[in-house]
């Protein structure tokens, strides 16, 4: 099992920034990528940016790519979105995602974005 703990969120006013983090524990040696998605009320859940474990080549879904930035610290298990610019539809549950190698998916509780106009 893994275990993920987001934290972060907040209201922003838009063109500003915030960091979310992401701290994995329990059977994080069997993790191979990370993901952050997003739900707005009354939407789907929709991807946002991955990274795999060992630091592969980041990916991010259109809407984001440019503002947001995804890494990660294998020392503290902890995975980050970093994210600029941002725009009143950024506003939503900000949810991270965590695929092992047996490819069994663990969700954080989420943290809430909020972004003024």
């Known amino acids: 099992q893994v275990q993920l703990v987001e934290s972060g969120g907040g209201l922003v006013q838009t063109g500003g920034s915030l960091r979310l983090s992401c701290a994995a524990s329990?059977?994080?040696?069997?993790?191979?990528?990370m993901r952050w998605f997003r739900q707005a009320p009354g939407k789907e859940r929709d991807f946002v940016a991955a990274i795999t474990w060992s630091g592969g080549i980041p990916n991010y879904a259109d809407s984001v790519e440019g503002r947001f930035t995804i890494s990660r610290d294998n020392a503290k298990n902890t995975v980050y979105l970093q994210m600029n610019s941002l725009k009143p539809e950024d506003t939503a549950v900000y949810y991270c995602?965590?695929?092992?190698?047996?490819?069994?998916?663990?969700w954080g509780q989420g943290t809430q974005v909020t972004v003024s106009s």
């Open positions: 995602n965590a695929r092992d190698m047996s490819y069994n998916y663990y």
């Open positions: 329990g059977r994080t040696f069997s993790v191979y990528n």
